[in-house]
T-cell receptor, first 113, second 112 residues
């Protein structure tokens, strides 16, 4: 076990709705990255949070946003859901500067109908 | 052209075989190279991590990086059915925030 949990496990939404996904990490892991993994693809970097501030973003529109809290939990929010947002969403937590030992959660499977 | 290219497979081998998994990349700034294993319905699990060029061995696993050719490999010796999973290569540059770029993954099946 990696000590990283995500909720919910599965989620079904309809196009245009909004969704919030949650991630909880080990104490001391002050950096969290979120990834989108479409079926048959590798994870795509969405953004990273360090000490509650976004400090890096991949090629995703502003309707993807996040929050990180002092207790090391974090959220990924997606507004105006599109069909192509259907994917496995992964969070990975690590101690800043040691990205190679980032620990992934099991992911949330989002289906947009 | 994608920054990281990886043959998606699937790759099917008999138990005990040596498995070779490969990735090529185009970004010369990549300095850190990783291999992850992902079982179905699970998050990726870090297997190997290498800095710059060279080889690294851990048990049955050997990672190789050739920066001059922009080519990385993972070898699995004495493959086991429990090795059946998707293998993802990943890499990043140095400094600043640490964006990791993944390959598409190669699905491996080891047949008993």
């Amino acid at each position: 076990e990696t000590g990283v949990t995500q909720s919910p496990t599965h989620l079904i939404k309809t196009r245009g709705q909004q969704v919030t996904l949650r991630c909880s990490s080990q104490s001391g892991h002050n950096t969290v990255s979120w990834y989108q993994q479409a079926l048959g693809q590798g994870p795509q970097f969405i953004f990273q949070y360090y000490r509650e501030e976004e400090n890096g973003r991949g090629n995703f529109p502003p309707r993807f946003s996040g929050l990180q809290f002092p207790n090391y939990s974090s959220e990924l929010n997606v507004n105006a859901l599109e069909l192509d947002d259907s994917a496995l969403y992964l969070c990975a937590t690590h101690f800043a500067g040691v990205t190679d030992t980032q620990y992934f959660g099991p992911g949330t499977r989002l289906t947009v109908l | 052209q994608k920054e990281v290219e990886q043959d998606p497979g699937p790759l099917s081998v008999p138990e005990g075989a040596i498995v070779s998994l490969n990735c090529t990349y185009s970004n010369s700034a990549f300095q850190y190279f990783m291999w992850y294993r992902q079982y179905s319905r699970k998050g990726p699990e870090l297997l190997m991590y290498t800095y710059s060029s060279g080889n690294k061995e851990d048990g049955r696993f050997t990672a190789q990086v050739d920066k001059s050719s922009k080519y990385i490999s993972l070898f699995i010796r004495d493959s086991q059915p429990s090795d059946s999973a998707t293998y993802l290569c990943a890499m990043r540059g140095s400094g600043g925030y640490q964006k990791v770029t993944f390959g598409t993954g190669t699905k491996l099946q080891v047949i008993p």
